[in-house]
């Protein structure tokens, strides 16, 4: 099982940015994905998560800005982030679990940076 994300780059406050996830080598029907975020010197912080019966859960803090979304049949996950901030800044990587509290797997990341 590999997950692989892309999408990051640096952009000013107030811009947008469309990260995926590619997970190969799993062909379970039923999964969840989600997207953590880690800036530097912090814990790991819980962004958003959707599973194939389409449930999503947000943090509080990217509530209304940002957007989950799952491809099934390619097993690929999207995180729409809008209005972004300086303190989106961080790396981002997403995990794939049996559920949406049981991960087994993590991408490398994908760095995100918003200037002010």
């Known amino acids: 099982v590999q997950v692989v994300e892309s999408g990051g780059g640096s952009v000013q406050s107030g811009g947008s940015l469309r990260l995926s996830c590619q997970a190969s080598?799993?062909?379970?029907?039923?999964?969840?994905m989600a997207w953590f975020r880690q800036g530097s010197g912090e814990e790991p912080q819980f962004v958003s998560s959707i599973n194939t019966d389409g449930t999503t859960i947000y943090g509080d803090s990217v509530k209304g800005r940002f957007t989950v979304s799952l491809n099934n049949a390619e097993n690929t996950l999207y995180l729409q982030m809008n209005s972004l901030k300086p303190e989106d800044t961080a790396m981002y990587y997403c995990?794939?679990?049996?559920?949406?509290?049981?991960?087994?797997?993590r991408g490398p990341g994908t760095q995100v940076t918003v200037s002010s």
């Open positions: 080598g799993y062909t379970a029907s039923r999964y969840c």
């Open positions: 995990r794939l679990g049996f559920a949406c509290d049981y991960y087994f797997e």
